[in-house]
């Protein structure tokens, strides 16, 4: 799973595409407590991409 910001979700995306070679779920994470930063940057992550 990739844990992204809103600007970095597609990259997301296309890194999980490439891995797995089947299109990702993308979830979003609705819980404000899970204080995790976006896998790309130091945004907060928005959403949970992977299979
Ligand atoms: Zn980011």
């Given at each position: 799973m990739i844990k992204c910001c809103d600007e970095h979700v597609e990259l997301a995306l296309d890194i999980v595409v490439d891995e797995h070679e089947v299109p990702p779920n993308m979830t979003k994470i609705?819980?404000?407590?899970?204080s995790t930063n976006c896998e790309f940057c130091q945004n907060k992550a928005v959403y949970l991409v992977g299979n």
């Open positions: 609705e819980d404000e407590n899970l």
